[in-house]
């Protein structure tokens, strides 16, 4: 199995940019494609975006399109979520998960292993 920790969640002013980050430990972390997911009080999560092993296809979701950019690094264990010009309907708690194919699904239900979360909070 992979163990999950975000970071990088912060308050921003709406237009701003966030980094997210999640370092991976466990087993070899090129063997799964990661995703970022999303959840908003009193919402069901959400899919943001999904990386494939190697890093040569990604997925978005329609509200992340030109905005958000997601990258790993196989070599240092780690997938990013690069969040550009945010707005407050993104605040949310954010989370990497990790799902053992090569795909880069949307639903949550296809993901085994899942980070602690990190906090966006984008004010108007």
């Known amino acids: 199995q992979v163990q999950l920790v975000e970071s990088g969640g912060g308050l921003v002013q709406a237009g701003g940019s966030l980094r997210l980050s999640c370092a991976a430990s466990g087993r070899t972390f090129s063997y799964y494609t990661m995703g970022w997911f999303r959840q908003a009080p009193g919402k069901e999560r959400e899919f943001v975006a999904a990386?494939?092993?190697?890093?040569?296809?990604?997925n978005y979701a329609d509200s992340a399109k030109d905005r958000f950019t997601i990258s790993r690094d196989n070599a240092k264990n780690t997938v990013d979520l690069q969040m550009n010009s945010l707005k407050p309907e993104d605040t949310a708690v954010y989370y990497c998960?990790?799902?053992?194919?090569?795909?880069?699904?949307?639903?949550?239900?296809?993901?085994?292993?899942w980070g602690q979360g990190t906090q966006v909070t984008v004010s108007s």
């Open positions: 998960a990790a799902n053992p194919t090569d795909y880069t699904f949307t639903n949550d239900k296809r993901y085994a292993y």
């Open positions: 990386i494939s092993r190697s890093g040569g296809n990604t």
